[in-house]
């Protein structure tokens, strides 16, 4: 299993992949879930790939971003138990460097349900994944159904923006 950090090294190990390309994106703490999800993308995919990214523009103003759980070395070994051949766990300026101020906003669907009483969570979730399929460039993508109104956020944003990503 090969863990990298920078953008330019996971595309290009990405490029280099037998295809077609497994995505399941996580931001660490890894449970069931997310084996489940591991599982399922490895039968389907000959390369997988997971991510590690607690991404900070998800969180809003009074949600603790630094009490989100992480422990990477447990997180990494549950993903090389399962085979996952790459893991990208790149830096937030890796992923957000200075000066950064592109965002991808759904619109209305990101401002109703949960995101009315989490104003830029979906903006946030929508621009992480956006980069991700952009640096990794998979051909399928696995993403918990916990939560509805996120599931449909990335499979609105996928199609209008015709990322060409089966999720």
């Keep these: 299993m090969q ?5 330019r090294q ?15 994106p996580t931001m660490g703490a890894l449970h069931e879930g997310h084996l ?10 000959p ?9 900070p523009s998800q969180f809003g103003p ?6 989100y759980p992480r422990n990477l070395d447990r997180d990494l070994e549950l993903l090389r138990e399962e085979g996952v051949d790459l893991v990208f766990t790149p830096s937030v300026e890796e ?3 200075p000066g950064f ?6 619109a209305k669907l990101g401002d109703r349900l949960e995101g009315a009483h989490r104003p830029g969570h979906f903006r946030g979730v929508a621009t992480v994944v956006a980069k991700l399929f952009n640096i990794i460039g998979p051909d399928n993508a696995y993403f918990g159904q916990k939560d509805g109104q ?9 199609r209008d923006l015709d990322l060409g990503v089966e999720v």
Excluded: H
């Design 3 to 7: 863990v990298i950090k920078s953008r």
């Design 47 to 55: 390369t997988l790939a997971a991510t590690i990214f607690v991404n």
């Design 36 to 45: 489940a999800l591991v599982k399922q993308a490895r039968k389907d995919n």
């Design 10 to 24: 996971m595309t290009a190990a990405c490029r280099a992949a037998n295809r077609p390309l497994g995505l399941v």
């Design 95 to 97: 992923i957000y460097p």
């Design 62 to 67: 009074q949600e603790d971003l630094s009490a």
């Design 101 to 106: 101020n592109t965002w991808v906003d759904v």
């Design 150 to 158: 996120q599931s449909i956020v990335i499979r609105k944003m996928v």
